[in-house]
């Protein structure tokens, strides 16, 4: 099996070959079945990060969650190791969170999470606050791998939506 540093070179690479217009095709892919699994469950706390150009576009997907009334939380880093949750208003929330859309490097179908390589998520989601909150992993087709390894710290997602 190889690495979690050459799986994460292998993605890059993948995502160097790809125009920004076929990142937003798949990332338009992606929010349509990602509203359509809000239509069918019932959340009204979602924390969704503001994506880096080599993430599934959220801007749009935020906005849609809007129009639904749902409470949106974005995650912010305040330290080199450590993230909160901020609310619309830039305030800091500490309470439960429904459901937790993460992105990652890749993800394999049954829920393992690649992430950087700075833990940032594994330890915010770690918090016994966040135990019951789903986590849905979104990420792009070729970000689907059939393996990778994982360490005692590494959290699982409930949910992998992708664009195909």
């Known amino acids: 099996m190889k690495t979690k540093q050459e799986l994460r070179d292998f993605i890059n690479d993948t995502f160097s070959s790809i125009s920004p217009e076929e990142i937003e095709l798949k990332s338009c892919q992606i929010r349509s079945k990602i509203e359509h699994y809000f239509d069918i469950n019932t959340f009204t706390r979602v ?7 080599d993430e599934v576009i959220t801007k749009n997907l935020i906005d849609s969650l809007r129009i639904k ?12 190791t450590e993230m909160i949750l901020i609310d619309e208003e830039y305030e800091h929330y500490e309470k439960e969170i429904d459901v937790f859309i993460v992105p990652g490097r890749a ?10 390589g700075r833990w940032y998520y594994d330890r915010f989601l770690s918090n016994k606050l966040y135990k019951k909150s789903r986590k ?3 990420c ?11 360490q005692k710290y590494d959290i699982l997602m409930n949910k992998i939506i992708r664009n195909d």
Request: glycine share 6%.
């Open 47 to 53: 924390c969704i990060y503001e994506n880096y150009s």
């Open 69 to 80: 009334w749902l409470k949106i939380y974005t995650p912010q880093m305040i330290w080199e």
């Open 107 to 116: 993800f394999t179908p049954d829920g393992k999470r690649l992430g950087r």
């Open 136 to 138: 849905i992993g979104i």
């Open 140 to 150: 792009f087709d070729f970000q689907i791998l059939e393996d990778i390894p994982v």
